[in-house]
């Protein structure tokens, strides 16, 4: 089985600041990990992956994302928050080769304030 | 390229009533996923399809709904009946087999009273 938990269902970050929003998952075997963004009635979009290689990924609008595997973390950073960054975050999980199935997390919502 | 393109955008329909939800996936891929996402269960895999063959509908919620993959650039979920249970966003998505990232679809939120 595989599963994602992100423990925080809201994040609030003075624009400017640096924002964390924290991913932990479960899986057997190697983890594969994404990190999508929701725009209010959107789809979700892809930001950034982890497969294989080093640990910090960077991806899309200047996120990065470090993967930890002895705490088996995956959390989203960005060093400085922008207002339009405000937007519901998912992370997810799949076991590696073979297998395309996605499990999400519940969501962040994240908001920036100005 | 457009993207992941979804039918209707919006759905209202009265319980009992089939619901025929359309995606058309990106022209190449070759894995097309239908999700639910609702507040209280979050966003959920129903079933995905490789080169056009289910290969994992264990996320189907009943029998009442069911998927079809016709060809490349096509698929439908269907539900039939609807309850008002059913009403959710549906997401649409795709993705190259051996890629990683999949690419979404705007949604077709669907209201069942």
């Known amino acids: 089985a595989q599963s994602v938990a992100q423990p925080e269902d809201q994040v609030n970050v003075a624009e400017g600041n640096p924002l964390t929003v924290k991913c932990t998952y479960s899986?057997?075997?190697?983890?594969?990990l994404f990190w999508y963004v929701q725009y209010p009635n959107r789809g979700l979009q892809f930001l950034l992956k982890?497969?294989?290689?080093?640990?910090l990924v960077k991806g899309s609008y200047g996120f990065e994302a470090e993967f930890n595997k002895s705490q088996t973390s995956f959390h989203l950073k960005k060093p400085s928050a922008l207002v339009s960054d405000s937007a519901l975050y998912f992370c997810?999980?799949?076991?590696?080769?073979?297998?395309?199935?996605?499990?999400f997390g519940t969501g962040t919502r994240l908001t920036i304030i100005p | 390229d457009a993207g992941v393109i979804q039918s209707p955008r919006h759905e209202v329909t009265e319980m009992g009533q089939e619901v025929t939800l359309r995606c058309k996936p990106i022209?190449?891929?070759?894995?097309l996923f239908w999700y639910r996402q609702t507040m209280m269960r979050g966003l959920e895999l129903l079933i995905y399809?490789?080169?056009?063959?289910?290969?994992?509908d264990s996320g189907m919620p009943e029998d009442r709904f069911s998927a079809k993959m016709p060809n490349a650039s096509f698929s439908t979920l269907k539900i039939q009946p609807s309850e008002p249970r059913d009403s959710a966003v549906y997401f649409c998505?795709?993705?190259?087999?051996?890629?990683?990232?999949?690419?979404f679809g705007p949604g077709t939120r669907l209201t069942v009273t």
């Open positions: 997810a999980v799949r076991v590696g080769f073979g297998n395309e199935k996605l499990t």
């Open positions: 998505a795709s993705s190259l087999k051996g890629g990683h990232e999949q690419y």
């Open positions: 982890y497969i294989t290689g080093d640990n």
């Open positions: 899986v057997s075997g190697n983890p594969y």
């Open positions: 022209s190449g891929h070759n894995s």
């Open positions: 399809f490789n080169n056009n063959v289910p290969i994992d």
